[in-house]
């Protein structure tokens, strides 16, 4: 279930529910939700932020602690690390603060039409990583697609978009410099 939700293939363990039983635990939604934020690789089509831009902001920031204990250091491994470090950080941050707006958007677009906080927070999540069945594991069992809205469907269908393409080519495809080149 743990490989599933970070992959954000969104396959559900038949044995889910047995499994749950036995432990004892309620539903891990937060972690659940948590995976499918972080999932999947960088050259798949999961949805989420993906786990190279996580890895490429846990190396900046471990650079940036070492640049605050030790002023005088210098980075080595070339031009290309430095320019992983520059670049590929700038690009990973930019992808993350637009995958936070969108999310927040997204939640108070669903708690607009009268969806409570807690199941908004679900649908925006599964929608953006696009992760169907984290609806039905991540929450308390009340939740399901038959039972919202119109336009609440509307903005989940907005969302799975937004979150298979990504913010970045949204943004790409809507501004007219992209265009002329």
Same mark, same amino acid.
């Given at each position: 279930?743990?490989?599933?939700?970070?992959?954000?293939?969104?396959?559900?363990?038949?044995?889910?529910?047995?499994?749950?039983?036995?432990?004892?635990?309620?539903?891990?939604?937060?972690?659940?939700?948590?995976?499918?934020?972080?999932?999947?690789?960088?050259?798949?089509?999961? @949805?989420?932020?993906?786990? #190279?831009?996580?890895?490429?902001?846990?190396?900046? @920031?471990?650079?940036?602690?070492?640049?605050?204990?030790?002023?005088?250091?210098?980075?080595?491994?070339?031009?290309?690390?430095?320019?992983?470090?520059?670049?590929?950080?700038?690009?990973?941050? /930019?992808?993350?603060? =637009?995958? #936070?707006?969108?999310?927040?958007? /997204?939640?108070?677009?669903?708690?607009?039409?009268?969806?409570?906080?807690?199941?908004?927070?679900?649908?925006?999540?599964?929608?953006?990583?696009?992760?169907?069945?984290?609806?039905?594991?991540? @929450?308390?069992?009340? #939740?399901?697609?038959?039972?919202?809205?119109?336009?609440?469907?509307?903005?989940?269908?907005?969302?799975?978009? #937004?979150?298979?393409?990504?913010? =970045?080519?949204?943004?790409? =495809?809507?501004?007219?410099?992209?265009?002329?080149?």
């Amino acid at each position: 279930m743990v490989m599933s939700f970070l992959s954000t293939t969104g396959f559900e363990s038949e044995y889910w529910g047995s499994s749950q039983a036995w432990s004892g635990l309620k539903t891990p939604g937060l972690i659940l939700m948590g995976l499918c934020v972080l999932g999947g690789g960088i050259a798949t089509t999961a @949805g989420g932020v993906k786990l #190279l831009r996580v890895y490429v902001l846990y190396k900046h @920031g471990v650079r940036e602690m070492t640049r605050l204990s030790y002023p005088h250091s210098v980075a080595g491994a070339g031009e290309k690390a430095r320019n992983f470090r520059r670049e590929g950080a700038y690009a990973a941050w /930019i992808f993350f603060m =637009l995958f #936070l707006v969108s999310l927040a958007i /997204i939640i108070l677009s669903f708690s607009a039409t009268g969806i409570k906080f807690e199941h908004s927070l679900i649908l925006a999540i599964s929608g953006l990583s696009t992760t169907g069945p984290l609806i039905y594991v991540a @929450g308390d069992g009340s #939740l399901y697609y038959s039972t919202i809205s119109q336009t609440a469907k509307s903005i989940f269908c907005v969302a799975m978009v #937004l979150g298979r393409l990504e913010a =970045l080519a949204v943004i790409a =495809l809507f501004n007219p410099n992209y265009w002329l080149k």
